[in-house]
Nanobody
Framework: QLQLVESGGGLVQPGGSLRLSCAAS????????IGWFRQAPGKEREGVAC????????NYADSVQGRFIIFRDNSKNVTYLLMDSLASEDTAVYYC?????????????????????WGQGTQVTVAS
């Protein structure tokens, strides 16, 4: 049974940093693209970043480009999202998702409908 578990969320001040983790079990992790998404209250779920199954391709939403970094350790079945220079508009529940392909083509990997499995999410709140 595939399972994705996010961790690392919390309360951080504007300008601060957080590292989110997405631990996977029950899958051959190296065959799966991983995406990070977020959903703020009253807004649609949006793609934040994604990384191909072998880690050689990434993509970022314009809103996080240059501030967030996604990477993965296939030996540990974990994907990370490093978030820097956080702002209030980054406040949301962050989800990781997986699909058993190299890379999701729709919207260059940032389309939620391209993913089949989802974690439960971790809350990130940016406030002073």
């Amino acid at each position: 049974q595939l399972q994705l578990v996010e961790s690392g969320g919390g309360l951080v001040q504007p300008g601060g940093s957080l590292r989110l983790s997405c631990a996977a079990s029950g899958i051959n992790f190296g065959y799966h693209v991983i995406g990070w998404f977020r959903q703020a209250p009253g807004k649609e779920r949006e793609g934040v970043a994604c990384i191909s199954s072998n880690g050689d391709r990434t993509n970022y939403a314009d809103s996080v480009q240059g501030r967030f970094i996604i990477f993965r350790d296939n030996s540990k079945n974990v994907t990370y999202l490093l978030m820097d220079s956080l702002a209030s508009e980054d406040t949301a529940v962050y989800y990781c998702a997986a699909a058993r392909i190299y890379f999701v083509r729709r919207r260059a990997g940032l389309a939620p409908e391209g993913y089949d499995w989802w974690g439960q999410g971790t809350q990130v709140t940016v406030a002073s």
